[in-house]
Structure formats: structure tokens, C-alpha cells
């Protein structure tokens, strides 16, 4: 015969689930879990919320810590030297393939010359009160245009450019070439039909040491041999017929 210790109590015994045709059975961990107490147990847990303790940057705050590109000052930079023609040691400038720039008249006259070499080579030059004071050439209101072209001349032989041929030995070498018209040494560049407000372009040549000292000499009159005590010239030779 059993003992009754061994049968399961009438109390702790789980009454028969019933199965509804077409259902599923739930299972004890299912019904626990849908309880109202887990229920609860699940909504309010025993920290606060994070958003209590953590307020989020405001978008104000946000912009003043971490500036926008455009509220940046931009960096300032060194403003660009302006293009110059020539160095301030130097008079005419180095060989350029661009055109010289326009005269600025506006603090006084101004002569703009391109100075065509035979070798194809355009130098620019700027003749100006500034420049004719550094030179000590006095003129009439300082004007360029009213200097001869004989001073022109003076001025190119000072200034003479290291990488051109050989300096002459004195200016009346130089030879002027303006519209096609060889410049006369005595007339003043206002009667050479310079332009005041565009560049002028001028063709500049040497001539040849012995054209040079042939004209010295005709000038001076010693091409031809001289008798003694005779200052007269006479001829540099003599026929004898026999």
C-alpha cells in the first residue's frame, strides 16, 4: 500500500489546461510573462532615465562652440606688388614680347617709346619729369617732348643695357628711326610726330666704328694729309705721270 507522503498534495497540484479546438497552448513562461506584475516590472526599472541627467546642446549652443565656416574671418594676405616695366635701377627695360603700356599723363607728360633693336628685341622705355631729374636734364617743364633728339640720344648711351652689342663710343652713333623717317639729332621729339597717349615705336641702330670716325674726320678736316707748316688739307693721294 502507498504511503501518502509519496502523493502530490490536492494544493500544489496545477489544474488541467484546457485546449480550445484551433488554439495554441500557452505555455506557463507565456502567462508570467503577460502578468500585469511583470508587466510593470518591465516599465519601471530602478534607474532614472538617461534624459533626466544628460540635457542635449541646443542648436545655439552648438554654434558658438564650434564656429561655421562663414563666421571665419578669411586670412588676410600681402596685397600683390604692381607690375613694373622696369626696376627702379634701371631706365629701359628688359626685352618684352607684350606691348608697353599707355602713358599716364595725369601728374605730367609722359613719353612711352618700344625700342626696336635689329635683333628683333622690344625694350621698353619711359621718359618722365622723375627720370630727366635723376639725369639731370633740364628742360622746359620737364617735358619730354620738348628735349632734343640729340638728348634722346645721350639718355639711351647712359642707359645702355649690358646684354645689347657693344657701347659706342659716343652717342652720335646711335641712329633714330621713327615712321620710317631718320631722326635729325637737332629737332625736338614734339616735331618727330611722337604720340602722347599711346607707345611710340622707335628702331634704333649702330653705326659702324669707321662710318663713325669718317664723319669725325670730315667734320674736323683730317681725312686728308697735310703739307708742313700748311694747315690747309689737301688730298690723301697723289698722281705722278711719267
Given at each position: 500500500m502507498a504511503s501518502t507522503a509519496d502523493q502530490p498534495s490536492p494544493a500544489t497540484q496545477s489544474p488541467p489546461q484546457q485546449v480550445v479546438p484551433g488554439s495554441r497552448p500557452t505555455s506557463s513562461h507565456e502567462v508570467l510573462s503577460s502578468s500585469p506584475v511583470e508587466?510593470?516590472?518591465?516599465?519601471?526599472?530602478?534607474?532614472?532615465?538617461?534624459?533626466?541627467?544628460?540635457?542635449?546642446?541646443?542648436?545655439?549652443?552648438?554654434?558658438?562652440?564650434v564656429p561655421s565656416q562663414s563666421t571665419q574671418a578669411a586670412p588676410t594676405s600681402s596685397t600683390k606688388p604692381a607690375i613694373l616695366t622696369r626696376a627702379e635701377t634701371e631706365a629701359i627695360g628688359p626685352s618684352t614680347d607684350t606691348p608697353a603700356a599707355n602713358p599716364d599723363n595725369t601728374n605730367g607728360p609722359v613719353l612711352v617709346i618700344m625700342l626696336l633693336l635689329t635683333s628683333g628685341a622690344r625694350h621698353p622705355y619711359k621718359i618722365e619729369?622723375?627720370?630727366?631729374?635723376?639725369?639731370?636734364?633740364?628742360?622746359?617743364?620737364?617735358?619730354?617732348?620738348?628735349?632734343?633728339?640729340?638728348?634722346l640720344k645721350e639718355l639711351i648711351?647712359?642707359?645702355?643695357?649690358?646684354?645689347?652689342?657693344?657701347?659706342?663710343?659716343?652717342?652720335?652713333?646711335?641712329?633714330?628711326?621713327?615712321?620710317?623717317?631718320?631722326l635729325d639729332d637737332k629737332s625736338p621729339l614734339k616735331d618727330c610726330r611722337f604720340q602722347t597717349d599711346t607707345p611710340n615705336v622707335v628702331h634704333m641702330t649702330v653705326k659702324p666704328q669707321e662710318v663713325v670716325d669718317d664723319e669725325e674726320n670730315a667734320k674736323t678736316g683730317k681725312g686728308g694729309s697735310r703739307?708742313?707748316?700748311?694747315?690747309?688739307?689737301?688730298?690723301?693721294?697723289?698722281?705722278?705721270?711719267?
Open positions: 508587466m510593470r516590472t518591465l516599465q519601471a526599472p530602478d534607474s532614472a532615465p538617461a534624459s533626466t541627467n544628460t540635457t542635449a546642446p541646443s542648436p545655439l549652443h552648438i554654434a558658438e562652440s619729369e622723375r627720370y630727366l631729374k635723376k639725369r639731370n636734364v633740364a628742360v622746359e617743364n620737364m617735358d619730354p617732348y620738348k628735349i632734343s633728339v640729340y638728348t648711351w647712359r642707359d645702355w643695357r649690358e646684354e645689347w652689342e657693344t657701347r659706342p663710343t659716343s652717342p652720335s652713333s646711335i641712329r633714330l628711326i621713327h615712321f620710317g623717317r631718320m703739307r708742313d707748316g700748311d694747315d690747309e688739307p689737301t688730298a690723301g693721294c697723289r698722281c705722278v705721270i711719267l
